[in-house]
C-alpha cells in the first residue's frame, strides 16, 4: 500500500474518490512533499442550489480529507492524523468554479512536532478559503486536526507495552 501514499498516485486516486468525482471536485495539485495542495470545485447545474449558486455541502467537502491527508504525508508513520472537528462561514454566494489552496509550513510542522514530542494530542487549526475566479473570498472553513503519536513511537510506551507482556527489556 506503500505505492498509494505517493503524492502524485494519491492525487489521481482521490480524483476518483466518490465524494470528489461525483461532485466535480479536484486535486489539481499535491507538491510531492505534501506542503502544499490546490483544489477545484467545478461548477455543474444539477450540483447548484435554489440560488443557483454552488451547494454549501460540496463546498465543504472539497476541505474534507486535505489537511488530515497532507499532515500524514509530511509527518511520516508515527502519526496518528484524523479531522475532529470543522466549521463553515458563507461569506458569498459560490459562483463558477471555485478553488481552495492549502499551506503546511516549517513553524506549523515544527509546531506539531513539539507539542506531540512527549505523546501529547495536539488540535491545531486550520483555515481555508473558498475563492471564486474573481479570487474573491466566497466562505471560510476552519478545520480542527487531531495529531498523536502512535503509541508505539511514544516516549516510555514501549517499556510499558513490555512490561505488560511480561517481556524482559
Known amino acids: 500500500m506503500r505505492w498509494a501514499f505517493n503524492p502524485a498516485v494519491m492525487r ?41 449558486s454552488q451547494f454549501g455541502g460540496a463546498m465543504f467537502a472539497m476541505t474534507d480529507p486535505m489537511y488530515p491527508l497532507m499532515l500524514m504525508g509530511a509527518l511520516g508513520k508515527e502519526y496518528l492524523v484524523w479531522d475532529k472537528k470543522a466549521d463553515i462561514d458563507y ?42 475566479q474573481q479570487g474573491e473570498i466566497v466562505c471560510e472553513v476552519n478545520r480542527t486536526v487531531y495529531i498523536r503519536k502512535k ?13 505488560q507482556t511480561g517481556a524482559d527489556d
Not at 495536539?122 to 483555515?127: D, E, K
Not at 513511537?153 to 512490561?163: F, I, V, Y
Request: aromatic share 14%; net charge positive.
Open 91 to 132: 461569506i458569498k454566494p459560490g459562483h463558477g468554479k471555485l478553488i481552495a489552496e492549502f499551506w503546511l509550513g516549517d513553524a506549523v510542522l515544527a509546531e506539531i512536532k513539539a507539542a506531540t514530542e512527549q505523546g501529547d494530542k495536539y488540535f491545531p487549526q486550520f483555515l481555508v478559503h473558498l475563492k471564486n
Open 12 to 52: 489521481h486516486l482521490l480524483n476518483f474518490w466518490p465524494p470528489f468525482f461525483f461532485n466535480g471536485i479536484k486535486i489539481v495539485e499535491l507538491a510531492t512533499d505534501y506542503r502544499y495542495a490546490k483544489v477545484r470545485l467545478n461548477d455543474r447545474p444539477w450540483r447548484r442550489n435554489i440560488n443557483s
Open 151 to 163: 503509541r508505539k513511537h511514544r516516549p516510555g510506551e514501549n517499556r510499558k507495552m513490555a512490561e
